[in-house]
């Protein structure tokens, strides 16, 4: 066998690498759990003066600190760490549009999945939604959130032909799949004329988005129902929407005909889902290994899950999600928008 060292030695940095994001990824969980971000955002701090601030173990933070200033997740001088502006923005305001703790949060939820998934790899069963860690669930809310804050009311909804003007007028809005609400509670706020049906499959979510609205102050214009995309309920909606759970679906073909059928005559279907290119090829990115992680530990697993024969994965791309408009029964279809983790597509009659 003969070894190219130089080449063996970059895979084994990219390695290395790679090992230290994965056990670094549990001391950003707890950096969010334990608002040590939040902390340091308001001023820097030595191991001892974090600790005191969050009510911790100061040998703890100490270590802590070190290898979040080794990652580059903090910045240290001597002994006294700080969060840069862009770090701050980025790690310790989950409300804002950008929230890197929740991705990790939805990571290690996915992974305590792994006997199982490795298992359904050999029978080729599935692992529904609702079977996983409920890290799960809320990290994914928190992963796709803040792209939600800052895209859906600022940019994706204007995207739309004519859906804005009639947001702001009063009209009837369905967020299926809504997961824990956030998207429903988002267009209830910006929109206080229009109302929302919001429904989920699973119960658990839908108790979660009960108490996110409430909270919010919104639970008088947004209504919730435990149910399938291919059973929600109501019917004539000025706006359907499906946030990043369309590739998860069993019968996405099943849910895109119910939605067609629920749609008021000029009614509109806004689609969002993970940003990817058509081919393996156009998805060889850091972007895509994410998704294409996540995929085979969460969405190719709950659609094999359920009947409906498709697994069509988180990164389907266009032209897949255009086959299966179309084959629904959708004459319209087109990208609206997009961002470096989201495509937005628009579907009509």
Sequence with gaps: MAINEDKLNE?????????????????????????YYK???????TPGELAARTETDPRYVAEWLRGQAA???????????TLSEEQAFALANPDGPLYMPGAFLLALGALRAEPRITAAFRSGAGLAWDAHDADVFVGCEQFFRPGYIGNLVPSWIPALDGVEAKLRAGAKIADVGCGLGASS????????????????????????????????????????????????????????????????????????RHIL????????WMI????AGDTVEDNMNPVGRVYYSFSTF?????????????????????????????????????????????NVYEARR
């Design 272 to 275: 969002v889902e993970p940003a």
């Design 71 to 81: 990652g580059g997740y903090v910045d240290h001088d001597g002994d006294r760490y």
């Design 185 to 256: 509670v988002l267009m209830a706020k910006a929109y206080p004329k229009s109302t929302v049906h919001a429904s989920d499959y699973h119960q658990g979510s839908i108790d979660l988005a009960h108490k996110r609205a409430a909270d919010a102050g919104v639970a008088d214009r947004v209504s919730f129902e435990a149910a399938g995309a291919q059973q929600f309920g109501g019917e004539r909606y000025d706006l359907v929407t499906t946030f990043d759970c369309l590739h998860d679906m069993g019968d996405p073909l099943g849910a895109a």
């Design 261 to 268: 059928g629920a749609l008021a005559p000029e009614g509109t």
């Design 298 to 342: 969460l969405c190719v697993p709950n659609a094999m899950s359920q009947p409906g024969g498709y697994a069509l994965g988180a990164q389907a791309g266009e032209a897949a999600i255009r086959q299966l408009v179309t084959d629904a029964g959708f004459t319209r279809f087109r990208r609206a928008s997009e961002t470096p983790f989201n």
């Design 11 to 35: 895979f084994i940095n990219k390695f290395v690498g790679d090992l230290g994001a994965t056990v670094a990824a549990g001391n950003v969980v707890i950096g969010h759990r334990l608002g």
């Design 39 to 45: 902390a340091l955002a308001e001023a820097p701090a």
